[in-house]
């Protein structure tokens, strides 16, 4: 952010912090932030206690790098939530789920895990019901495995370090050095699967969503019966898949 002097006031600079942290592409610390802010050093410190009392901001466990806090995240989502912001949003879905004739779903990261953000449903008889809200695990999910990939490698390796690769079904991925040559395949395609991976019986796919300056902020996926597709029959539906996703970046 560059240096301004109208954020002279308490209340700016608080929102200027915010906006450092929030938007940074993984932990940043106090040092940063008086790099790129015109504040005054006591006057960062000061603020950051207070922004941590209130819980707008978190720590990582080395204590120095700030991240965005729950009670800001729950702001976050709710904002995302709001049904004047969500109507765009859920057009592209619906438009998604009419072209390729399956269940379409946002989900984004959320600590740990994944979390089912809006999803438009197929009219099949036969589908999987995941409602929004739902959390799953990142190591055998489509866009769980494309956050991994996508993430910073610092940040990728500490969150492996928590994860129990869980069997979920015979072919879950378990063994972390499988998981991590996987992810550097998935990076490289900027495209993830899961096949029958969480749950037997059905395929996805998931692409990136981004944010304006590069970085990813959620996933698009398709997912479907085993017996309706394959893999590869989801994969004919990736370009589009794309031109959606491109078009979501302005709604998110």
Not at 57 to 77: N, S
Not at 83 to 112: F, I, M, W, Y
Not at 131 to 156: D, E, Q
Request: contains cysteine; negative net charge.
């Amino acid at each position: 952010m560059s240096k301004d002097p109208s954020t002279n006031t308490t209340l700016l600079r608080a929102i200027s912090l915010l906006e450092e942290i929030a938007t940074a592409e993984h932990g940043i610390s106090a040092a940063d932030l008086d790099r790129r802010l015109d504040i005054p050093k006591p006057t960062i410190h000061r603020l950051l206690k207070q922004l941590e009392e209130q819980q707008l901001v978190t720590r990582e466990l080395d204590g120095r790098h700030l991240l965005p806090g729950p009670r800001l995240h729950r702001m976050a989502m709710g904002t995302l939530a709001n049904e004047s912001l969500k109507a765009p949003r859920r057009q592209l879905l619906e438009r998604l789920a009419g072209e390729v004739g399956e269940t379409c779903n946002l989900s984004l990261l959320d600590g740990h895990q994944l979390l089912y953000y809006d999803r438009v449903e197929t009219n099949w008889p036969v589908r999987i019901q995941l409602t929004p809200g739902s959390r799953l695990p990142l190591h055998c999910t489509a866009s769980g495995k494309l956050f991994l990939a996508l993430m910073p490698p610092h940040r990728r390796r500490a969150l492996l370090s928590t994860l129990t690769l869980d069997a979920h079904t015979p072919y879950t991925i378990t063994s972390l050095s499988t998981l991590e040559e996987h992810l550097v395949q998935i990076a490289r395609d900027n495209l993830s699967t899961d096949n029958e991976e969480f749950i037997q019986g059905m395929v996805a796919i998931a692409v990136p969503i981004f944010d304006q300056v590069g970085h990813m902020q959620a996933t698009l996926a398709v997912h479907a019966p085993r017996l309706r597709h394959s893999i590869a029959s989801l994969l004919e539906w990736a370009p589009l898949m794309r031109q959606i996703a491109s078009e979501l970046e302005e709604t998110l």
